[in-house]
């Protein structure tokens, strides 16, 4: 779809939109936090030691992050991560125990999937979008289309924990566009991290828009195409009228 950009008289040919996941699509530090917190309560429950029961959700995302950092480049499975987290989890309380780790991964990902919330701007832009773009998924997360109710919505997907490379690096946006059958001009990629999303994205020629929910300064060297505070600004910035109301 050829699209009239309003500060250049040179139109944008337009074919395919690639989406970031967390954050762009979902709120994910909330569905984390919220599973952290059921996962935390069974382990105070089937650990009841003074030094469990200080053991706080900020302490838990240290430990992950901690991990994720040392095995960086090694492992990829976001879900192996988890299970390993939470087995330090239980060694920094002292109570060292892996079939336990497991039951509260177990009990994390019960929440992880099944309380996530797709923000309310996501389907009725994806409505707007579908039938003039091909819409794909491009994330460094782990959240499957089928585990956030958005089975089916895309023509493409791509995680980086399965390609073994993440954004900001020029060969993910690589990979999606040949699962896009596009050229990467032809592209448009939507997410909120400046450095992941825009920068990634502006590197290899892709178009970009800025996803700034919060408002929050740019300070940075990096500058979108477009910035927009919701999704639902997007079928406009693409010449497409909005047809209803709730997508706004
Ligand atoms: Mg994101």
Redesign the pocket.
Known sequence: MRVQRGDTKEPLQISTISF?????LWD?YKVMRHSLKQTLAELQKQVPTPRALRLTIDAMIAIRDRLAEEVKGEVWSLLEIRQRAFERTLEHVGHPDKELAAHLNAIYRKHRYGDIELYPDVIPTFDALAPHFKLGLL???NTYPENCGLDGRFAFVVFSQDVQVEKPDPKIFQITAERASCDLTEMLHV???LE??VMGAKNVGAHTVWLNRESVANNTETQPDYEVASLAEIPEILGLRRKNKTCQ
Do not use: A
Request: net charge negative; glycine share 22%.
């Open positions: 970031d996941g967390d954050m762009t994910f994330s460094n997360g997410g909120d991290s992941n999303d």
